[in-house]
């Protein structure tokens, strides 16, 4: 790049005054709305006794699930690619050959880390049989990282769980309007 280019547009720093250099109106900035929120609305909650309230609790990020078709089946076709989208590694799927005539294979294993996972929602869209979701279940404790790692039992039971308050995203494959 040439000094002399006339494609370049140069850019005068803009003077200071004094009470640019002092900070003294970022600092008076700062203060009002520390002020502002030391006097407005308390928004605190006693977890657990309370339960936070999430605006939209179908697009919240939360507690993987494993989804379950009208039969009764993991909805999981042993495709790969939600662990191959997940930027994490975090999902470790075995398949086996199928018992039922309407697929080629299922998840024999599939397991979670929820401990390493970012909760991106790649899995959820990268599955074309919606056979993965996040649900809006925030409250994720262990005591060790084992129970952290959600095999197939565990996500089916978190199915169980939310299948009722949170229906399936998906009309087209199983899910309620």
């Not at 507690?63 to 909805?75: C, E």
């Amino acid at each position: 790049m040439k000094p002399d280019d006339a494609n370049v547009k140069w850019v005068e720093e803009p003077k200071l005054g004094l009470t640019g250099k002092m900070y003294l109106p970022a600092l008076i900035q700062g203060l009002a709305v520390t002020t502002k929120h030391l006097f407005g609305p308390k928004m605190t909650v006693s977890f657990p006794e309370q339960r936070p309230e999430i605006g939209n609790p179908l697009i919240y990020r939360g507690v993987h699930r494993l989804n379950k078709d009208d039969q009764g089946r993991v909805k999981c076709v042993a495709c790969f690619l939600c662990a191959t989208a997940c930027p994490a590694h975090c999902i470790d799927i075995i398949a086996a050959p199928s018992p039922w005539p309407d697929r080629d294979k299922y998840c024999e294993s599939f397991s979670i880390d929820e401990l390493r996972c970012i909760f991106c929602g790649m899995c959820e869209e990268a599955c074309p049989v919606d056979a993965v979701e996040l649900t809006s279940m925030f409250d994720l404790t262990g005591r060790s990282r084992e129970e952290m790692i959600f095999d197939k039992e565990k996500l089916l039971s978190v199915y169980d769980q939310t299948k009722d308050a949170e229906p399936m995203k998906s009309k087209s494959l199983g899910g309620a309007p």
